[in-house]
């Protein structure tokens, strides 16, 4: 198998183990939150709850029980969609560049693989990609490249998600 097919294999069991985590972190979420009600109510409150919820008094004592096993605590230190907004806020801070420009960066980001190294240095990785692409001249591979390394971690991380998902229609174009 070639080296490739390994990294992308691996990639996707990342996903996978990331879904599932969310997954457990989820069902984890609502035992506490079916627990902490069955408290507040105090005695008979797993009955009252269980009638509340359409739920066995059996599944409610099964989701006190998952809530006191739980390792980690409910509560989230941000929302979920922080990430998205972040992306979004760093892509309006970019310097514009032509149109054929991004296009040429999203024609690389999604021709190469990738992972979980490129977070440490996005903006000199995809320069790297970009003078090692045959560009057209038209795309100015150099300027191209050097704007690149001036992107801060996040506004490139910013520019390669957007790539990737191929949307880069609101993306600040010269002229």
């Known amino acids: 198998m070639s080296s ?21 972190a989820a069902a984890d979420d609502r035992a506490h939150a ?3 009600e069955v408290a507040r109510r105090g005695r ?5 709850v269980a009638e509340e919820l359409n739920m066995s008094e059996a599944a409610v ?11 980690t605590s409910p509560t989230r ?4 969609e922080t990430l998205e907004r972040l992306l979004t806020a760093e892509l309006t801070t970019l310097e514009p ?7 040429a960066l999203t024609f690389i980001v999604r021709g190469i693989f990738i992972d979980i190294s490129w977070i440490e240095q996005p903006g000199q990785l995809l320069a790297s990609e970009v003078e090692d692409a045959e560009l057209p001249a038209e795309t100015d591979p150099q300027g191209l490249a050097a704007t690149c390394h001036t992107w801060t971690r996040t506004q490139a991380l910013a520019v390669i998600d957007a790539c990737q998902r191929d949307d880069i229609a609101d ?5």
């Not at 069991?13 to 969310?22: I, M, P, S, Y």
């Not at 008979?44 to 009252?48: F, I, P, T, V, Y």
Request: no cysteine; hydrophobic share 45%.
């Open 4 to 24: 490739e097919l390994h990294q992308r294999l691996a990639a996707a069991q990342a996903r996978t183990q990331h879904g599932n985590a969310e997954i457990a």
């Open 34 to 36: 079916i627990a902490d």
């Open 44 to 48: 008979g409150g797993a009955r009252q």
């Open 61 to 71: 004592s099964q989701a006190v029980a998952r809530a006191r096993r739980a390792k």
């Open 77 to 80: 230190t941000l929302p979920p």
């Open 97 to 103: 560049l032509s149109a054929l420009q991004w296009q």
């Open 171 to 175: 993306l600040p174009v010269v002229g």
